[in-house]
């Protein structure tokens, strides 16, 4: 249980197109989902947290309108990156948290397998 | 503000050794602790978590972790390193509903 699908895998792009990328909690619905950003042989930085029918949080110096991040549904979030650049390739990952039961101290986070960009 | 470190970008060790992984984190209060593992292109997987209680936790694929509360670190351990362990490793503390990654240890695992 806890899957997390993300779509596409791969996806490679021309310079000033805007991508697409779903994320969408399988077997669970999801309180809050989560957008991180890995640059090659580096951590996870996130750009944004997001709750189900509400705006998205981001960090500081992620740009907000260059990162869209809708999140319709306890089951999916979409993040799309607009008029995307070279500088914009990267690893894109999500997660998506619930609690696991009254007791749990906290909302465990499940993670996506991840989308690659490639902006050329 | 919460962060962690890994001082070791890179490890080696021979199949069947034993394996150390640091990890120390910054918080002012009590952390909960994780160590995630990611393979080659692939999202990150739990591997242990730390909230409170018994200071040595069990994890998944042999794996364990002790909380040094005196040192502020979260070592992880392995005693006997398969091949299918080569892998990124990361340790995380959370805070304020969001986790907090370590940079990264990337284990190579010589045959």
């Known amino acids: 249980g806890a899957v997390v699908s993300q779509h596409p895998s791969w996806v490679i792009c021309k310079s000033g197109t805007s991508v697409k990328i779903e994320c969408r909690s399988l077997d669970f619905q999801a309180t809050t989902m989560f957008w991180y950003r890995q640059f090659p042989k580096q951590s996870l930085m996130l750009m944004a947290t997001?709750?189900?029918?509400?705006?998205?949080?981001?960090e500081q110096g992620v740009e907000k309108d260059k990162f869209l991040i809708n999140h319709a549904s306890l089951t999916l979030s979409t993040l799309t990156v607009t008029s995307a650049h070279p500088e914009d390739s990267s690893f894109y990952i999500c997660?998506?948290?619930?609690?696991?039961?009254?007791?749990?101290?906290?909302?465990?986070?499940?993670f996506g397998p991840g989308t690659r960009l490639t902006v050329l | 503000a919460q962060s962690v470190t890994q001082p070791d970008i890179h490890i080696t060790v021979s199949e069947g050794a034993s394996l150390e992984l640091r990890c120390n984190y910054s918080y002012g209060a009590t952390p909960y602790l994780f160590w995630y593992v990611q393979s080659p292109g692939q999202g990150l997987q739990l591997l242990l978590k730390?909230?409170?209680?018994?200071?040595l936790v069990q994890g998944i694929k042999g794996f364990e972790a002790e909380f040094k509360r005196s040192q502020s670190s979260f070592n992880l351990r392995k005693p006997s390193v398969h091949w299918s362990d080569a892998a990124e490793y990361f340790c995380?503390?959370?805070?304020?509903?969001?986790?907090?990654f370590g940079q990264g240890t990337r284990l190579t695992i010589n045959p």
């Open positions: 997001s709750n189900e029918g509400s705006k998205a949080t981001y």
């Open positions: 995380a503390v959370r805070g304020a509903q969001k986790l907090v």
């Open positions: 997660s998506a948290s619930f609690r696991l039961s009254a007791s749990a101290l906290y909302n465990e986070q499940f």
């Open positions: 730390y909230f409170s209680g018994d200071t």
